[in-house]
């Protein structure tokens, strides 16, 4: 079974974001970008399904500009087979909103028929959790969101979706696409010669224009703004001046 996996280049979790002076975006000078978080962990479940011979062949794609295919020789060092680099930059030196690369993928999804979809359930850039639903919308695919369990038997997947009442099992009919959460599993790290090896796989470029679709932004960023920074607290003496302070400062009771 050919396994897709969808990863996305975004800042380092470890960097401390910074705003542009004119407020209009996030400053990216010199900033240390990775692979995102969850897809680390979409990537490390598809080499346990290839580990398990679940899978015979792993396929990581990326939609993004060129800087991105750092992050598609990484999956390519931690056990992928090949990957698919659609460049945007011809279209836009802005990042992709969820839309562009929900088509994207789909196309994709289209010419090469794997047997399951693994995306991480969401970036830490933008936080949307949109890419893996809207790729099932347009796929038509079966989808188990929020995985933190994934078992494959013939031609069924059961997904272990956590949900706020606890857990929920869905089973879902191949192929299908599944995002991943934190609780699914711990990704490895990459091996020096992994690393080097990841340097001869295949890594096929293709453009929006040649999938036929556009990723051009549909929404406009009007203003960026650093978070608030926290007020640090006071000390009271007793409950009702505690009680006071709640109701007349904070006002947070009646």
């Not at 990841?198 to 203003?223: E, F, H, I, Q």
């Not at 978070?227 to 003496?237: F, I, Y």
Request: glycine residues 6%; contains cysteine.
């Amino acid at each position: 079974m050919k396994v897709f996996v969808a990863v996305k280049r975004v800042i380092d979790y470890n960097v401390k974001i910074r705003v542009k002076p004119d407020h209009s975006d996030v400053d990216l000078t010199s900033v240390k970008m990775a692979m995102n978080p969850f897809c680390e962990i979409a990537v490390e479940e598809a080499v346990r399904l290839k580990e398990k011979g679940v899978a015979t062949e792993i396929v990581a794609v990326t939609v993004g500009p060129k800087a991105a295919q750092e992050q598609l020789r990484t999956a390519l060092a931690l056990g992928a087979d090949r990957a698919i680099h659609v460049d945007t930059s011809a279209e836009t030196d802005e990042r992709v909103e969820s839309l562009g690369a929900a088509k994207a993928l789909a196309r994709l999804v289209e010419e090469e028929q794997p047997g399951l979809v693994i995306l991480g359930k969401q970036a830490i850039d933008t936080d949307n959790n949109q890419t893996g639903q809207m790729l099932a919308a347009l796929t038509g695919l079966p989808q188990g969101t929020f995985a933190s369990a994934v078992d494959v038997d013939g031609e069924k997947v059961q997904v272990t979706r956590e949900i706020d009442g606890g857990l929920q099992t869905v089973e879902l009919t191949l192929p299908a696409i599944v995002t991943t959460d934190l609780r699914l599993n711990e990704p490895r790290y990459a091996k020096l010669p992994d690393i080097m090896k990841a340097k001869k796989k295949p890594l096929d470029v293709k453009t929006p224009a040649d999938l036929g679709v556009s990723v051009g932004s549909r929404v406009k960023l009007v203003k960026v703004e650093p978070p608030a920074e926290r007020q640090g607290g006071v000390k009271v003496g007793s409950v009702d001046e505690l009680v006071d302070k709640l109701k007349n400062e904070a006002k947070v009771i009646s």
